[in-house]
């Protein structure tokens, strides 16, 4: 028993030596600066003065700013009104729908638009439509499209009048 007690206090000491060993004793190995001890770097988080627990909260300066075109807005959700919803977000300007069927129609569609500029354009408006078959075409898609824009329309001028 004392035997392996001394086994294990001699293994233990040439571990501890072979750890001190590596150090250097103060080499110019350790003593050069580099980018994560460098204290005068700014993209330190460590020593940057102005990265706090708070900063965490300051999402100001990260996020990006996503306007939507209210009409647009509006007028999709009006065109499409026979789909039912599933997700609408007004912030980044996307509304996604379940499967429904048109008034008159026969085959049941599912959409998503994204509106992702303030203008009321045709680029800032992005319709993607499926049916249960598949993508459907892009005369579809597009007829989608324009009675959006058009009630877009309709609902600026409309709001000019009053």
């Known amino acids: ?9 001699a293994a233990l000491a040439i ?6 060993a590596c150090s250097g004793f103060g080499s110019a190995a350790t003593e050069r600066p580099d980018q994560y001890t460098n204290s005068t770097n700014p993209n330190n988080i460590e020593t ?4 706090t627990i708070w900063s965490a909260f300051n999402r100001r300066s990260n996020e990006s700013v996503v306007q939507v075109n209210k009409y647009l807005w509006s007028a999709s959700l009006e065109v ?12 980044t300007g996307v509304i996604v729908t379940g499967f429904g069927t048109p008034p008159g ?10 509106i992702d500029d303030p203008a009321l354009d045709a680029r800032s408006l992005n319709v993607a439509l499926q049916s249960q078959g598949g993508p459907v075409t892009r005369a579809t898609s597009l007829a989608v499209e324009d009675a959006i824009l058009s ?12």
Not at 1 to 9: E, G, S, W
Not at 85 to 90: L, T
Not at 105 to 114: E, F, K, M, P, S
Not at 151 to 162: G, P, Q, T
């Open 1 to 9: 028993m004392a035997r392996m007690k001394a086994l294990n206090i």
């Open 15 to 20: 571990a501890l030596g072979g750890l001190a």
């Open 48 to 51: 940057n003065t102005s990265n």
């Open 80 to 91: 499409l009104n026979f789909l039912p919803i599933q997700s609408v977000d007004p912030f």
């Open 105 to 114: 129609g026969g085959r049941a569609y599912r959409a998503t638009v994204l």
């Open 151 to 162: 009630r877009a329309r309709e609902l600026r001028i409309a709001d000019n009048k009053l």
